[in-house]
């Protein structure tokens, strides 16, 4: 059940995400032809009350549908049963005497194979990541360089590229997920997808977010030449915000 309300999340959600877009492309087009007067943050003040009233609605509505599929399936008393938390199908140990009753066999799992599984999945999850900063930094340095040659269509190019590489990013670090997951001995179904969960959430948290904490926060000091031929860094962060938020739930939309 913790898979399927998993799925049912992600669908509101995506549906939740399209209303967005009545208020971001607004408030997108407000913010452009409102910069040069002094009521340029208007529009992203008023967005921001949309963004807070938006979560505040859609947090209720989920608990809702929540409740309402729980009664539905009959899931809603399951967090208080005494039953054991089923085996995970993707476990392969051996049967051993339990450290509780030696004279029940119990599946556990190799101390090795668990220990090696662990460092190896700590070590992809740092190479992953690495990864995703230096694909990020090429696609700024190349709009930077494309912009400087003539190309006046680079940072929107290289922003389409970004939300290309995010859902990429996203779709094959959900297999490596699995197969890590698997490498580190998980006996219960329950512990299995809490790491793998983790896992997801980390991931698809850098992935996304990476490129634009980078641009807010420490482009401007750390490289602030990059950010001028887009008007500023702040008119980079726009514009990666407003075509990215646009393409990724588009993308949303189509799974």
């Not at 962060?237 to 990724?248: D, E, K, Q, S």
Request: proline share 3%; charged share 20%; glycine share 4%.
């Amino acid at each position: 059940e913790k898979v399927a309300f998993y799925f049912l999340f992600l669908e509101k959600l995506a549906r939740a995400e399209f209303i967005l877009v009545v208020f971001a492309v607004p408030a997108s087009v407000l913010m452009i032809v409102m910069r040069e007067t002094a009521y340029k943050d208007v529009p992203q003040l008023v967005y921001s009350y949309c963004l807070v009233l938006w979560f505040l609605c859609f947090a209720k509505s989920w608990r809702r549908v929540q409740v309402s599929h729980s009664n539905r399936w009959g899931t809603e008393s399951m967090s208080n049963s005494d039953i054991k938390d089923p085996v995970n199908p993707r476990f392969s140990g051996r049967l051993q005497p339990s450290p509780l009753d030696e004279n029940i066999l119990e599946l556990q799992p190799d101390g090795k194979k668990k220990l090696f599984g662990r460092l190896f999945s700590v070590f992809v999850q740092g190479a992953f990541m690495f990864l995703i900063v230096i694909c990020v930094s090429i696609n700024q340095w190349w709009a930077a360089k494309a912009d400087a040659e003539g190309d006046t269509t680079a940072f929107q190019i290289a922003a389409l590229l970004l939300t290309a590489q995010i859902k990429v990013f996203d779709f094959i670090w959900s297999m490596v997920a699995t197969y890590l997951t698997d490498m580190e001995q998980h006996v219960t179904l329950l512990a299995h997808d809490q790491s793998k969960a983790r896992k997801a959430f980390m991931m698809k948290f850098i992935n996304t977010f990476y490129s634009f904490f980078y641009v807010a926060f420490f482009e401007e000091k750390l490289d602030p030449r990059s950010c001028d031929a887009a008007g500023g860094c702040q008119a980079l962060l726009n514009n990666n915000l407003y075509i990215v938020y646009l393409t990724y739930i588009a993308f949303g939309i189509m799974d």
